[in-house]
């Protein structure tokens, strides 16, 4: 069964503190593997699309990579503004719903300035 | 460009009722999606729409949750009689093509008294 997991549940940093998020998967076959970014009230707001292991892209102060098993979203120098939930999501290249995006719960990233 | 329109975006309702979610994707866009958000879960799929038709609907939890989307234009979801554990956050999303990132709306927000 597919399934994704992210850690740590939260995270509080200070501000220019960098840390990473962690998100390990399990898929039959991982078509993409996605992160968003989740402010109050809000829906999720895409960041990234990775596709195999070994792929890294960059946004700003975000950088996110991708293993086989797992990926991190990398925060560097954060500052206040990036406080929000982060989520991370796989589509399975061999499932029978092949659109369909499977989310882990997210961690919630407080930066104090 | 308009994104992903959702409304309303808060809905209490009494155990019993019924109640319509209405989902404007980003024009043009032929993927819908619709997604929910239990308290204390993860983000999980309900079912896809390409046009006007369901692709996938493997996600609906039961024959109390009718999805429509007529003309492959706007969806409405309606939920007939809604029952306690349907409260959470339901969120659309749209996409040009099926597997890249989705935009999402800011999500219906119901809560089931």
């Known amino acids: 069964e597919d399934q994704v997991t992210q850690s740590p549940e939260a995270l509080r940093l200070q501000e220019g503190e960098s840390s990473s998020l962690n998100c390990s998967y399990t898929?039959?076959?991982?078509?993409?593997l996605f992160w968003y970014r989740q402010d109050p009230g809000k829906g999720p707001e895409f960041l990234f699309t990775?596709?195999?292991a070994g792929e890294e892209k960059e946004k700003e102060r975000l950088k996110a990579t991708l293993t086989k098993k797992e990926s991190f979203l990398h925060i560097t120098a954060p500052k206040p503004e990036d406080s929000a939930t982060y989520l991370c999501?796989?589509?399975?290249?061999?499932?029978?719903?092949?659109?369909?995006?499977?989310f882990g719960k997210g961690t919630k990233l407080s930066v104090k300035p | 460009e308009a994104g992903v329109t959702q409304f309303p975006s808060h809905s209490v309702i009494e155990k019993g009722q019924t109640v319509t979610l209405r989902c404007d994707p980003i024009?043009?866009?032929?993927?819908l999606y619709w997604y929910r958000r239990v308290m204390g879960k993860e983000i999980k799929f309900l079912l896809h729409?390409?046009?006007?038709?369901?692709?996938?609907e493997s996600g609906m939890p039961n024959n109390r949750f009718l999805a429509e989307r007529t003309g492959g234009t706007y969806s409405t979801l309606k939920v007939q009689p809604a029952e306690l554990e349907d409260s959470g956050v339901y969120f659309c999303?749209?996409?040009?093509?099926?597997?890249?990132?989705?935009?999402f709306g800011s999500g219906t927000r119901l809560t089931v008294v």
């Open positions: 729409f390409v046009k006007e038709s369901k692709q996938d």
């Open positions: 999303a749209s996409s040009q093509d099926e597997g890249y990132g989705y935009t």
């Open positions: 898929v039959s076959g991982l078509r993409g």
């Open positions: 999501a796989v589509q399975d290249a061999l499932g029978g719903s092949q659109g369909n995006l499977i």
């Open positions: 990775l596709y195999s």
């Open positions: 024009s043009g866009h032929d993927n």
